[in-house]
C-alpha cells in the first residue's frame, strides 16, 4: 500500500518543517530521495521548480507533485492530505485555546508584539518579490549594473497597472487573471 | 460549537469562502506570504468578515506552527469564521487547486516547463500577486504608524530589518518578538 506510506511519511513531514514551504523541501528531499529512492535527486528538483513555478502553497504543491511521481494521482491525495493533516489537528486546537483564553493579559501581550512582525515579514516579501518581478532575481540591494541588465519593463507596466487596479479594490482574482493575460499579450507583442 | 461568538454562517457564506479561498489558491504564484496579504484582502477588506487585528494575530499563529504557513492561516482564520465547517472549507478550498494543477501539469510536464506562453501567464500573475502584497503591506504599515506607538514602530522596523537585510531565522525572530511584547506590550493601549 504505497498511498499508506506515502501519507505517513508525508504527515511526518507537514509536522515537522516550522517556517513554511521552503523549510519543506529538505524534509521532503529527505524522505523521497535518500530513504525511499522514490524519486531521483535531478527529479526531486524539477518537483522544486514545478512547485515555485505553479500557482498555490509551495509545500503542497512539492507533496501533490512529489506524491504524483511516486504513485500517480492516488499518491498525489494521499501525499497532500498527509501533509495538511498534522497542521489541520495542530491548528483546531490552537484555535480552540485561542477562542477561550486569547483575552488574557499576557497572550495579548505576546500577540501585540507579533501583529508588527507579521507586517514586517509581509514588507519583507514584498520587497523581494518586486526585485524577482522587475529585475529577475531576489537579490537584494542589487548593484546597478545588474539592476539594469535585468530590468524588464514589460513586468513594471503590469506591476504598475496591477497596483493602481488594487488600490481601487478591484477583485484580486480579476488582478491576477488580468495580469496573466496582460503578460501573454505583451510578451506576444515582442 | 462549543465557541459561543463565533457568528451563524448560511449556505451563502461557504460557498463564497469556498469560491474565494479556492480562486486565490489557483492563481497565486509564490507560496505563503503571497497567499496571506490576498486572502486578508478578500476575508477583511472584501467580505468584512474578520477585523484587521484578529487576522494579524491569526496569521502571527500560523507562522510560528509546523506545516505549510497558508495553510495553517487558512485553517485558523477559517476556524475564526465558522468553527471546524469554516476549518474544513478553508483547508480544502487551498489544497484542492494545487491538486488539480499539477495532476494536469505532471502530464505535459515537458510542454509545460518548455512553453514560453505558460511562462509568460507565469511571469505576469507573479507581477499581480507582487502588486497585491504591496498594496496590502502599504495599508498596513499605514495603520500601524497612524497609532503613533512607538514600542510596537520600533518592534516592525527592527523585524523587517533584522530578516531581510541580516537574514534572521524567522522562526527566532518570532520568539524574540513574541517575548517582547510578553514584557513590554500588556498595556491596554497596544490592543
Known sequence: MLWMVLFWEFAKVGLFCVGGGYASMPLIQACVVDDYHWLTLSEFIDVFTISQMTPGPIGINAATFAGMKVAGFPGSVAATLGFASPSFLLCLFVARLFARYGNIGRIRGVLNGLRPAVVALICAAGISFISLSLFGTEQFPLEAAAMKAGFDPKNTLILVLALIAARRKVNVIYILLGSGLFGVALGMMG | ?191
Not at chain 2, 480562486?23 to 472584501?46: H, M, N, Q, R, W
Not at chain 2, 492561516?73 to 472549507?89: E, K, N, Q
Not at chain 2, 541580516?166 to 527566532?172: A, D, E, K, Q, W
Open chain 2, 1 to 191: 460549537m462549543p465557541d459561543k461568538d463565533l457568528p451563524e454562517r448560511g449556505s451563502h457564506f461557504y460557498r463564497a469562502l469556498f469560491c474565494s479561498t479556492f480562486l486565490i489558491s489557483a492563481f497565486t504564484v509564490g507560496g505563503g506570504f503571497v497567499i496571506i496579504p490576498l486572502l486578508k484582502a478578500k476575508y477583511v477588506d472584501e467580505y468584512g468578515w474578520l477585523e484587521d487585528e484578529e487576522t494579524l494575530n491569526l496569521v502571527a499563529v500560523a507562522q510560528s506552527m509546523p506545516g505549510v504557513v497558508a495553510v495553517n492561516a487558512a485553517i485558523l482564520l477559517g476556524y475564526r469564521m465558522a468553527g471546524i465547517p469554516g476549518a474544513l472549507t478553508a483547508l480544502f478550498a487551498t489544497i484542492l487547486p494545487p491538486l488539480i494543477t499539477l495532476s494536469v501539469i505532471s502530464q505535459a510536464y515537458d510542454f509545460f516547463i518548455q512553453s514560453p506562453l505558460v511562462r509568460l501567464l507565469l511571469k505576469g500573475m507573479q507581477c499581480g500577486a507582487t502588486a497585491l502584497i504591496v498594496n496590502v503591506a502599504v495599508d498596513l504599515v499605514y495603520k500601524q504608524c497612524k497609532k503613533k506607538l512607538a514600542l510596537p514602530l520600533a518592534i516592525l522596523v527592527g523585524t523587517f530589518a533584522a530578516n531581510f537585510f541580516f537574514g534572521v531565522n524567522l522562526m527566532l525572530l518570532v520568539v524574540i518578538d513574541g517575548i517582547l511584547g510578553l514584557l513590554l506590550l500588556c498595556g491596554p493601549e497596544y490592543d
